[in-house]
């Protein structure tokens, strides 16, 4: 079961990557939990849905570095990376984009269940990237 938890987030990231929103929805379970620091929690399918879209017009993102971590029972995952990306279209609240770079660390923490990935929580250090994207 643990090799089926690393596939799934294996192919997430690949998706991502690939800027693949349908390869990413295909990944999640219907009842996706979707936390991102600094930000609230998205339920759904739906909302995730929506979330990928924005990200996809508002930056342009690479995942490197990715180390992926899954629990013997293959229910629990965790994954650490660097995030390449470009801030393309003003997000509210945040400094005005212009097309400026980034270079960020990351992580996520997954629960899955049969196979698909039931709750994502992603962690940056939102001033860090502000202070990157400001300068």
Known sequence: MTQSARDTVTAYYAAFNAENPMGMLACVTDGIEHRVNEGGIRLGRAKFAEFCAHMGVSY???LKDIEIFVNAAGTRAAAEFV????Y???DPGLPEANGQTYILPAGSFFDLTEGKISRITTFYNLN???AQVSA
């Open 60 to 62: 342009r993102e690479q």
């Open 83 to 86: 995030v390449h990306g470009a």
């Open 128 to 130: 860090d990237w502000i």
């Open 88 to 90: 393309l279209k003003t």
